[in-house]
């Protein structure tokens, strides 16, 4: 199983990113996908999440700026950050869940940092 992460990077505030991670080794279409983030000191937090079925959520904090999506022909989901902030500078994840049991998997991450 690989999820690999592309699209990290450097953008001064106000601008986009786009994000892709691509899948593989697991029925993609029976997986939750979602992006995570962390900064050093501080818990892995959610960002955003598509599930099955194409339902998304957002934390409160990125809501409206960013838009997850999926390709069930590429086997990718991918992150759309527009409106970027130093706040959201981190360590950004994907991640793969098993909708009809325990199997849970990550990429290895990618930067993001947003200068001010």
């Known amino acids: 199983v690989q999820l690999v992460e592309s699209g990290g990077g450097l953008v001064q505030a106000g601008g986009s990113l786009r994000l892709s991670c691509g899948a593989s080794g697991i029925p993609f279409s029976l997986y939750s996908m979602g992006w995570y983030r962390q900064t050093p000191g501080k818990q892995r937090e959610m960002v955003a999440l598509i599930l099955t079925g194409h339902i998304t959520k957002y934390a409160d904090s990125v809501k409206g700026r960013f838009t997850i999506s999926r390709d069930a022909a590429k086997n990718t989901v991918s992150l759309q950050m527009n409106n970027l902030s130093p706040e959201d500078t981190a360590i950004y994840y994907c991640?793969?869940?098993?909708?009809?049991?325990?199997?849970?998997?990550w990429g290895q991450g990618t930067q993001v940092t947003v200068s001010s």
């Open positions: 991640n793969g869940r098993y909708s009809k049991g325990t199997d849970d998997y």
